[in-house]
């Protein structure tokens, strides 16, 4: 069983429409990042978070660390919003990621 | 802005080549990495450096050497190559508290 288990995997969504991605992990850490990319592209970070909530424009991440589990969610979907997103975590003292597989996101006019 | 660069998106190269992969920071981060990223595997950690002539092997070392003589500059270098390490290589860097920040990515075929 992988660390970082995310759901779903694939996803298919029309525009506009409220978006979750989940991710649940199963050690301690010390902070979790998601991050996005696209199509041919770089790895871009969207979010790094140890707690509560953040929100960057439509992009809104929180964390519960007693679950241990973590949600992206983007409203007002947008096909620029088509990409893979990535849940990785921070464990313990070291600096190294371990990472989920990735949701795959589909936004359609 | 943290800028990552590395020195190719494309590569091809031949069996048994050695081959450098070179990413250089701009912002005095203390950590780099190298990451490959395949189907279905996601991104793995080859090697990382926490600083300047310091390396710690990541998860799939086997096949890959690292050089960091400078603190921007990170290097990969895969000694002989094989068909078998075709794959999408990223760097990344990152101060130590604070998020971490990607190159564009090499794309690496081995013939």
């Known amino acids: 069983k992988n660390e970082v288990e995310q759901s779903p995997q694939n996803l298919t969504a029309q525009e506009g429409e409220f978006i979750t991605i989940n991710c649940s992990y199963s050690v301690g850490i010390s902070a979790l990042h998601w991050l996005q990319q696209h199509p041919g592209g770089g790895i871009v970070s969207l979010f790094m978070?140890?707690?509560g909530k953040k929100k960057h424009g439509r992009l809104i991440a929180t964390i519960n660390i007693q679950e241990k589990h973590s949600s992206l969610h983007i409203t007002a979907s947008h096909p620029r919003d088509s990409a893979v997103y990535i849940c990785?975590?921070?464990?313990?003292?070291?600096?190294?990621?371990?990472f989920g597989t990735g949701t795959r996101l589909q936004v359609t006019l | 802005d943290v800028k990552v660069t590395q020195s190719s998106r494309y590569l091809v190269k031949r069996t048994g080549e050695k081959v450098f992969l070179e990413c250089v920071q701009d912002?005095?981060?203390?950590?780099m990495f190298w990451y490959r990223q395949d189907p279905g595997l996601g991104l793995r950690l080859i090697y990382f450096s926490y600083d300047v002539k310091m390396k710690e092997k990541g998860d799939i070392p086997e096949g890959y050497s690292v050089s960091r003589e400078k603190k921007e500059r990170f290097s990969l270098i895969l000694e002989s190559a094989s068909t078998n390490q075709t794959s999408m290589y990223l760097c990344?860097?990152?101060?130590?508290?604070?998020?971490?920040?990607f190159g564009p990515g090499t794309r690496l075929t081995v013939t």
């Open positions: 990344a860097s990152r101060r130590f508290g604070d998020e971490q920040y």
């Open positions: 990785a975590v921070y464990t313990g003292t070291a600096s190294k990621l371990t």
């Open positions: 978070l140890s707690s």
């Open positions: 912002m005095d981060h203390e950590n």
